[in-house]
């Protein structure tokens, strides 16, 4: 039976050929998970993706969100899913069993989690969202609100948000209006209106609780006044009991483009006066605490776009084997030519490994992070435990940027490898396209990511973690040359160099004169990284499987030959295309602010 979301081969592949996760078993953390445990932990991750969630996508998407008598109603079809989904422990994966999770390490929950939303984004976003939250008090919260809150979130019991965008605060947090004010008690009187809150609400749990950015009054102006508070829709006494309606109400639900079966609410804290909140973490120091979340957030995006792609290209091949159309070019001249599966056309080939390489690559990528979490949980070095953090910090723009936008790109070739059938909403493709466009918007627009990377993340520890970035890609030129792909190492170290100098380029323009500049090719930028990185996971994947085909039987040794050729692809046919682009970085065009305003027709 042809898969319908992520290929398990190639999952299996990177776990356990490039990165070995298994050695994490040898470490008190993880001794629980050796292979074996983590074959079975994928195979019933697969098994609940396919049979219970992905049959929720279409339906959830046609069904939609509704808001009656204040309550947010989601799909109907949304609801055994997750409750079976909070009871087989899948919402805290990779956190400790005494607070509802199953202690996996990073990289396989990060595996897991592709299966997920790759069978349902929208319905992953509920427990997806909730575990942030749980993750900021797990991170921040007093003994009181851990108490309080950790495991109702971490099992799914209650639902949780992210609450900070405002009608007039979206990307310019520190424009908020909502307002913070002290009680006798310890707790705050919390007034303000929020907008975009995915998973707001829902009836698929009897509480939500909402971490909301508001400034307490007499703070400082912009994000140095925020602070971030604890909001319960329903207030949880001391002894955990449900007090009273915390007036915390949903004003309305988004009508979007795509991602229909999550419910995207617009909420008013304390209209009535009577909305409380807790602290959380230090007064005034919101903005910090939240990045704990946004971080987490930004890599799940970037698994969402991941996710969205995969089950794209897995419908495009599937189909592109099945559907016979036209006769095969070398047999046009044949008395009677016939139909072949639409595979055998070249352009649909090529189609099909731009959308592979883009998939397989990211795969590598976001277990690769997963990886960095582990040896930052595992290792009693702090060293270690600082280059991997620091290529976390690093690789986490490039990661939600470069995985939504070419995510997009391969939802959009999926509709194409379709043809006509793509457009009909009777198909899965059309629906991917649109769900996938909002992971290039929210958790900050891959612009913003563009501004993080050249503003904070390049510069970080004086250039430590970009310098330590390049290691890694130069072991795996090393791992290369030793495989005998001197071609495609060769490409890719020239490749590596030329983005080191776009980084001093940019780098040294951004400190100047040229400031606004280098920021107008701050996006170019981070493509450029991301091209790199792309095509330094797939020589990583092709010096792996090289000396391998030999021995190999018969399916894996075409498997092991397909990362090869698709290595060659990527380097030898995208890769000089993000060769331009680090050009045009380099040259550094005052063209984009040299535009007059007025020039632009409005």
């Not at 001391?238 to 309305?252: C, H, M």
């Not at 009677?336 to 592979?356: A, F, S, T, W, Y």
Request: proline share 4%; net charge negative; glycine share 10%.
């Amino acid at each position: 039976m042809a898969q319908q979301i992520a290929d398990r081969r190639d999952q299996d592949y990177v776990l356990h050929e490039m990165l070995n996760v298994a050695q994490f078993s040898e470490t008190e953390k993880y001794g629980d998970f050796n292979k074996k445990t983590i074959d079975m932990v994928l195979s019933e991750a697969r098994k609940f993706a396919v049979n219970e969630i992905l049959p929720t996508q279409k339906t959830g998407d046609e069904e939609g969100v509704k808001l009656e008598n204040g309550q947010v109603k989601v799909p109907p079809s949304f609801h055994k899913p997750y409750k079976l989904f909070c009871e087989n422990e899948w919402v805290a994966m990779a956190d400790a069993p005494e607070v509802g999770g199953q202690g996996l390490p990073h990289a396989v929950a990060l595996a897991c989690g592709e299966l997920f939303t790759g069978a349902n984004c929208a319905f992953l976003m509920y427990p997806g969202l909730t575990h942030g939250c749980g993750n900021i008090i797990a991170s921040l919260g007093s003994d009181k609100q851990k108490e309080l809150y950790l495991k109702k979130l971490y099992t799914g019991e209650w639902g949780g948000t992210m609450c900070l965008t405002e009608a007039n605060a979206g990307s310019d947090v520190g424009a908020l209006e909502s307002v913070a004010t002290p009680n006798d008690d310890g707790t705050y009187n919390i007034v303000g209106s929020k907008i975009f809150i995915s998973g707001g609400d829902s009836d698929m749990v009897p509480n939500v609780i909402h971490p909301v950015l508001a400034r307490i009054e007499g703070s400082p102006a912009g994000t140095r006044g925020i602070s971030l508070f604890i909001v319960p829709k329903l207030w949880v006494n001391d002894d955990g009991s449900f007090g009273e309606d915390n007036d915390v109400v949903v004003t309305g639900v988004e009508h979007k483009m795509g991602i229909h079966g999550n419910a995207t609410c617009s909420i008013a804290f304390g209209g009535k006066g009577k909305c409380r909140g807790t602290l959380i973490g230090e007064k005034n120091k919101g903005m910090k605490a939240m990045f704990l979340m946004m971080n987490e957030a930004r890599q799940g995006v970037a698994l969402q776009g991941h996710g969205f792609a995969t089950t794209s290209y897995m419908n495009a091949v599937n189909y592109a084997k099945e559907r016979v159309q036209s006769p095969n070019l070398l047999s046009m001249l044949d008395a009677e030519p016939k139909g072949v599966p639409i595979i055998q056309h070249p352009d649909v080939r090529r189609n099909l490994l731009i959308m592979k390489s883009y998939v397989e690559g990211m795969r590598s990528l976001l277990y690769y992070m997963g990886f960095c979490f582990d040896m930052v949980g595992t290792s009693e070095d702090e060293a270690v435990r600082d280059k991997y953090n620091g290529l976390i910090e690093i690789v986490t723009p490039v990661a939600k940027s470069y995985g939504t936008d070419k995510g997009f790109e391969v939802c959009s070739l999926g509709i194409q490898i379709y043809g006509g059938y793509g457009f009909i909403e009777e198909y899965p493709q059309a629906q991917l396209l649109r769900d996938c466009k909002i992971t290039s918007i929210y958790e900050g627009t891959n612009g913003i990511q563009a501004m993080d990377l050249l503003g904070r993340k390049l510069g970080m520890k004086k250039g430590k973690p970009m310098m330590d970035l390049m290691g890694e890609i130069q072991a795996a030129i090393a791992l290369a040359k030793e495989a005998g792909l001197d071609d495609m190492a060769a490409k890719v170290e020239a490749a590596l160099n030329k983005v080191g100098e776009c980084a001093m380029a940019i780098g040294g323009a951004a400190m100047s004169e040229k400031l606004l500049d280098a920021f107008g090719s701050a996006t170019l930028f981070q493509e450029c990284c991301g091209d790199l990185i792309m095509a330094w996971m797939h020589l990583w994947r092709a010096a792996v499987a090289q000396p391998k085909i030999e021995k190999a039987k018969k399916k894996d040794k075409a498997f092991y030959e397909g990362q090869v050729v698709t290595a060659k692809f990527f380097i030898e046919h995208m890769l000089p295309v993000g060769l331009g682009k680090m050009d045009s970085v380099k040259a550094l065009t005052a063209s984009i602010m040299e535009m007059p305003e007025d020039s632009f027709i409005g």
